[in-house]
């Protein structure tokens, strides 16, 4: 990855870990429009990275459901 595509991701990440804390989604846009202010293309990576880190996170959540969803139905039931 580029250096700004390293930065903002490196930014997604702490966002998204600031927002999992505080549940405020507004944070993302203050960010950005903090970045915005010096360098448009830095905003836009960074929105990009929070829209694809969040994209990674639902399907994570989706595969851990779809594997535990597998397992029970592969566990024998009791006094098979």
């Known amino acids: 990855m580029s250096l700004t595509e390293d930065i903002a991701d490196e930014l997604a ?7 999992d ?9 203050r960010v950005a429009d903090a970045i915005g202010g010096s ?20 399907a994570r959540a989706l595969l851990g459901q779809l594997a535990r969803d597998i397992a029970a139905t592969d ?6």
């Open 39 to 58: 360098s448009q293309t830095m905003e836009e990576a960074y929105l990009t990275a929070v829209r694809v880190r969040r994209a990674e996170q639902r």
């Open 21 to 29: 804390a505080t549940g405020d989604d507004a944070f993302v846009k």
């Open 13 to 19: 990440l702490e966002s998204l870990k600031i927002i």
């Open 75 to 80: 566990t024998p039931a009791a006094g098979e």
